[in-house]
């Protein structure tokens, strides 16, 4: 059964992310510059994130909509999935490339706490 595609997974990536700004500088201890700097960061990549959050999910739809079609057609099944694909691919590199972003503006000692926390099981 394929996955729901809501707009309720866009919403949730965006909170996600916000949250996850707040909670490094928590975490980090970063400074005022630093947090002023993720700021910036976070109110130019979020409309970025939110519209590859949208595209994926309607790409999901379609994929799921040609999943249930009453008549099988594979070639545009495999189409959507590759629709599905490509958006996934775009958010990946986005969220990396935020990562890099990210871990520019730290310190040494705050990259170094910052792969011990991802390496804690979530």
Do not use: C, W
Not at 13 to 39: C, F, H, P, W
Request: glycine share 4%; net charge neutral.
């Amino acid at each position: 059964m394929p996955l729901p595609a809501t707009s309720h997974q866009s919403l949730a990536a965006n909170v996600s992310l916000a949250l996850a700004i707040k909670r490094l500088g928590q975490l980090l201890d970063l400074s005022a510059v630093q947090e002023t700097q993720l700021g910036v960061m976070k109110a130019e990549t979020g409309p970025r994130v939110r519209a590859l959050g949208e595209h994926l999910i309607v790409a999901r739809k379609q994929l799921n909509e040609q999943i249930d079609s009453e008549i099988f057609d594979e070639a545009s099944i495999r189409r959507s999935a590759e629709g599905v694909a490509a958006a996934e691919a775009d958010l990946a590199v986005e969220r990396a490339s935020i990562s890099s972003s990210v871990r520019a503006i730290l310190t040494y000692e705050q990259r170094q706490q910052l792969t011990r926390l991802r390496e804690l099981p979530n």
